[in-house]
């Protein structure tokens, strides 16, 4: 299956159904809520990938939880499915979307009975009959190709001594953010990415900022292999990280979430799909060590 320009192999595509689609999925919502529906709350315990899916981070932490399959949801009344969903709306749970933009491809009717006929949330029995479809346009709504195959040879040459493992991570998605770094072109957040492109061997990406400062010096030029792109809001905290390829051309990992490649594009591209309020500071990668030591 092709995703972005780039072949994703069917085991990975069916850890992703997975992930999209769990046999039981979160519920976020209020104690009150919770005991308004009739519905039992338990541990919130989600695993990398889950909160990637529900983005969590955009969830308030003294939400309750309730998790729930497939059955026991389809077994709640209709009005209560309906509340459940539009609560989740209201919480900022993620995979949570709108019946329009998919009734083109799934079953409209089925879409519109789950809940309250604007909102769905993703079961098995939705994305198994319709998998590639679903995980591509999933996958694919929100970012651009990766254009790891328009770089030419001569600049993964150029490359090589101070990003010896660039080629080899572009172009691939994350195994899994309980993988390693970079066994099956893994690197779980845009600075391991930076980290792992340079040789680190299992990149931790709260170690990125004490790697910068031991293997990089304060300069560097867009149009030169090697040189860290940082941006950094007005707080001085680091929000993202990419690195030049040469010739203008650029690695990074648009997002931390299972869905986000290890992404080649233009430097021009990189940099102008910053966010407003950040600034833009360059580093060149001086010293590479493969052991990943600091």
Known sequence: MDVLGIEVEPALARRW???????RQPFFLTAAEAAELGLE????????????????????????????????????P???????????????????????????????????????GERFVWWPTLVEPQLDAVLKRVVSEWQQPCQRNSVPEEIWRAAAPALPRARALSGTFASGSRGSAFAGGSATSCFATVMAAAGVESPDEASFETWLTAHCTAEGRDDLPGTVLVWRDAQGNNTHAAVTLGGGWGLHKPGQEWLSPHQVLTVHDLIR????????????????????GL
């Open 78 to 116: 209709r009005e209560a499915r309906a509340e459940l969903v539009r609560t989740q709306v209201r919480h900022g749970r993620g995979a949570v979307p709108a019946v329009a933009d998919w009734a083109d491809l799934l079953h409209a009717p089925v879409l519109r009975e789950q809940a309250d």
């Open 41 to 76: 709350t338990a541990v919130r315990d989600l695993s990398p990938e889950l909160r990637d899916t529900y983005e969590v981070w955009n969830v308030a932490k003294d939400l309750e939880v309730v998790w729930l399959d497939e059955g026991a949801f389809h077994g709640q």
């Open 273 to 292: 799909l910053a966010p407003p309020g950040v600034t833009l500071h360059r580093y060149a990668v001086q010293k590479v060590n493969p052991a990943g």
């Open 17 to 23: 159904a997975g992930w999209l689609a769990p046999a």
